[in-house]
């Protein structure tokens, strides 16, 4: 009797630190726009950059864990604002150009005439994740870009809880407001009111920022 006493005991012992908030899930990364401005000519490039350390912070615990042996992943979606709303007038993979500039596969996707996603892998080296992406603005508009981690899931020393999601924020430019104001400029609603109403969920933890080309 004593012998199923104790299998229950651990059971629920399991159970519990697999469920509780103890398990690392909440995270965050840094990243900037380089140079950090709203408005850019025709032709003038500018960098998305993110470097951090392995060992990253567990934003609700304040613990760090290594993630040294984890693929880091990205997606960064880029939007013209001025023209969403109105379909078959802007290819945003015409309008913007990725210009390789490290090693590594990425692999461009236009979701709609509207928006166009870059996905690849960090690279890393001496104990840091690095990725420097370029961009070249090769048509005028108002354009919205953001930057974010496409880890959910991955396994990392420490990790007590395998199906427990994780979630990962992007820190742009050190918390600047990123020309957030430019959403309102948008003919869709979408971003012109639903985003502005909560800017701190919908845009700045995903890595937000809005310039305009001229």
Partial sequence: MNKYLYFLVFAFSFW??????DCPSTFQVPAEIIPNKSQFKVGETLTIRSV???NIQELRLKKYYNFENVPM?????????????????????????????????????????EQSTLTGNYLFSSDS????????????????????????????????NLNKEQFWSTNMNKNAKNNVDFLRL?????????????????????????????
Avoid at 16 to 21: K, Q, R, T, Y
Avoid at 85 to 110: E, F, H, R, W
Avoid at 186 to 214: A, L, M, Q, R, W
């Fill in 186 to 214: 948008s003919i869709d609603p979408y971003y012109s009111e639903y985003i502005v109403k909560d800017t701190i969920n919908f845009f700045h933890k995903n890595g937000g920022f809005c310039f305009k080309v001229e």
């Fill in 129 to 160: 994740f690095y990725v420097d992406l370029k961009l070249l603005p090769v048509s005028k508009g108002i354009y919205f870009l953001d930057f974010r981690i496409a880890n959910f899931y991955d396994r990392f020393p420490g990790q007590c």
């Fill in 52 to 54: 951090f350390s392995k």
């Fill in 73 to 113: 992943s990205f997606a960064s979606k880029i939007f013209r604002l001025d023209t969403i709303g109105a379909p078959g007038i802007s290819i945003v993979g015409q309008n913007i150009l990725y210009l390789k500039s490290q090693p590594g596969a990425y692999i461009l996707k236009i979701g709609t005439p």
């Fill in 16 to 21: 519990a630190c697999e469920d509780s908030d």
